[in-house]
T-cell receptor
Framework: QKEVEQDPGPLSVPEGAIVSLNCTYSNSAFQYFMWYRQYSRKGPELLMYTYSSGNKEDGRFTAQVDKSSKYISLFIRDSQPSDSATYLCASLPISGGYNKLIFGAGTRLAVHP | DGGITQSPKYLFRKEGQNVTLSCEQNLNHDAMYWYRQDPGQGLRLIYYSQIVNDFQKGDIAEGYSVSREKKESFPLTVTSAQKNPTAFYLC?????????????FGQGTRLTVV
């Protein structure tokens, strides 16, 4: 079993839809959770970063962590065609440096006008 | 502008050849990383370096080698021992190894074996 599981999609939605992207993880030691966005043929860029459980909001994006169920979510409100990209979730244990970062497979999202 | 530069963007390798991918950063970051990205598998860590003249193997180091002679440079050599090198390679850097620092990625090098 992979430590971080993510459905690779693709996920296709109409413009304006609410998008829900999800990951599950198996390691209880994970405490830091990140979402990266990667446009085609580009390097990933950090989108959201959360520590432990709870929600974090940034504009149209909300990251949610439920440690009891080991579930990580990213919600995108009022989705735009420019949101079309691959979204990677990643997790880190509290003891580890960045070299311990574990990535999910990435979900490819397409938002069509 | 500060950032990470990877070159070349596309690279073709013949069977049995060694090739070197370049990664340079002007962010004054201490730590640098090499990842490999394959379809449906996310990013997997090849090598990382937390300080000049020191580097450690990641999860899939076999068939790869690195050096860290300068803080700003972390080249990756894909050797002929790497049996399936066709992939997208990403270099990243962080201020340190701590968990609460953002990683910055380069634009990647797509390596194809011909």
């Amino acid at each position: 079993q992979k430590e971080v599981e993510q459905d690779p999609g693709p996920l296709s939605v109409p413009e304006g839809a609410i998008v829900s992207l999800n990951c599950t993880y198996s390691n209880s030691a994970f405490q830091y959770f990140m979402w990266y966005r990667q446009y085609s043929r580009k390097g990933p860029e950090l989108l959201m970063y959360t520590y432990s459980s709870g929600n974090k909001e940034d504009g149209r994006f909300t990251a949610q962590v439920d440690k009891s169920s080991k579930y990580i979510s990213l919600f995108i409100r009022d989705s735009q065609p420019s949101d079309s990209a691959t979204y990677l979730c990643a997790s880190l244990p509290i003891s580890g440096g960045y070299n311990k970062l574990i990535f999910g497979a990435g979900t490819r999202l397409a938002v069509h006008p | 502008d500060g950032g990470i530069t990877q070159s070349p963007k596309y690279l073709f390798r013949k069977e049995g050849q060694n090739v070197t991918l370049s990664c340079e950063q002007n962010l004054n970051h201490d730590a640098m990383y090499w990842y490999r990205q394959d379809p449906g598998q996310g990013l997997r860590l090849i090598y990382y370096s937390q300080i000049v003249n020191d580097f450690q193997k990641g999860d899939i180091a076999e068939g790869y080698s690195v050096s860290r002679e300068k803080k700003e440079s972390f080249p990756l050599t894909v050797t002929s021992a790497q049996k399936n090198p066709t992939a997208f390679y990403l270099c990243a850097s962080t201020q340190g190894g701590a968990a609460n620092t953002e990683a910055f990625f380069g634009q990647g090098t797509r390596l194809t074996v011909v």
